[in-house]
């Protein structure tokens, strides 16, 4: 079963193949990032504070007995942090076998992308924000910036 799950992880985008995003808010930007990518989404989690760990893990979590680093993804891309009485949510990813939460403001909706409406990176976002995206959806009102997990996690 994990030999499938990994190859469903990695398999990149074809023309005309639609791909389930879940959708979450940072900064009230909305990413998207592949469901298949997507291992839990957890509502607020106890935070354990990691001494001496950079700004951008907010700590580690108990998750069914295992210790998961939390990483903050707002200080991870440079936005402004939330305000103190502010909640959160974590999208729980895999990365070479080690689970992260990601600790956002809040989850959206599940939705379908079809491949050819990805388009490249616009040239405008500051360079932490491109760093990290693996293009850009058009929807209704808004931007929907796809999220590469691995670039995110890679620092």
């Given at each position: 079963?994990?030999?499938?799950?990994?190859?469903?992880?990695?398999?990149p985008?074809?023309?005309?193949?639609?791909?389930?995003?879940v959708?979450?808010?940072?900064?009230?930007?909305?990413?998207?990032?592949?469901?298949?990518?997507?291992?839990?989404?957890?509502?607020?989690?106890?935070?354990?504070?990691?001494?001496?760990?950079?700004?951008?893990?907010?700590?580690?979590?108990?998750?069914?007995?295992?210790?998961?680093t939390?990483?903050?993804?707002?200080?991870?891309?440079?936005?402004?942090?939330?305000?103190?009485?502010?909640s959160?949510?974590?999208?729980?990813?895999?990365?070479?076998?080690?689970?992260?939460?990601?600790v956002?403001?809040a989850?959206?909706?599940?939705?379908?992308?079809d491949?050819?409406?990805?388009?490249?990176?616009?040239?405008?976002?500051?360079?932490?924000?491109?760093?990290?995206s693996g293009?850009?959806?058009?929807?209704?009102?808004?931007?929907?910036?796809?999220?590469?997990?691995?670039?995110?996690?890679?620092?």
């Open positions: 079963m994990n030999a499938i799950k990994q190859e469903l992880t990695v398999r985008l074809v023309s005309g193949r639609t791909e389930q995003m959708t979450f808010f940072v900064a009230d930007q909305i990413f998207g990032l592949s469901a298949y990518k997507v291992r839990d989404v957890l509502r607020a989690q106890p935070l354990t504070r990691v001494p001496l760990a950079a700004a951008e893990i907010a700590g580690a979590i108990n998750l069914r007995g295992h210790i998961v939390a990483i903050d993804v707002r200080a991870r891309l440079g936005a402004p942090a939330a305000p103190a009485d502010a959160h949510m974590c999208v729980v990813v895999e990365r070479s076998g080690e689970q992260f939460c990601l956002v403001d989850v959206g909706d599940v939705i379908t992308v491949s050819v409406d990805i388009e490249p990176t616009p040239s405008f976002l500051p360079t932490a924000w491109a760093q990290v293009g850009i959806y058009r929807m209704q009102e808004r931007l929907l910036l796809l999220l590469d997990v691995e670039q995110l996690l890679s620092y």
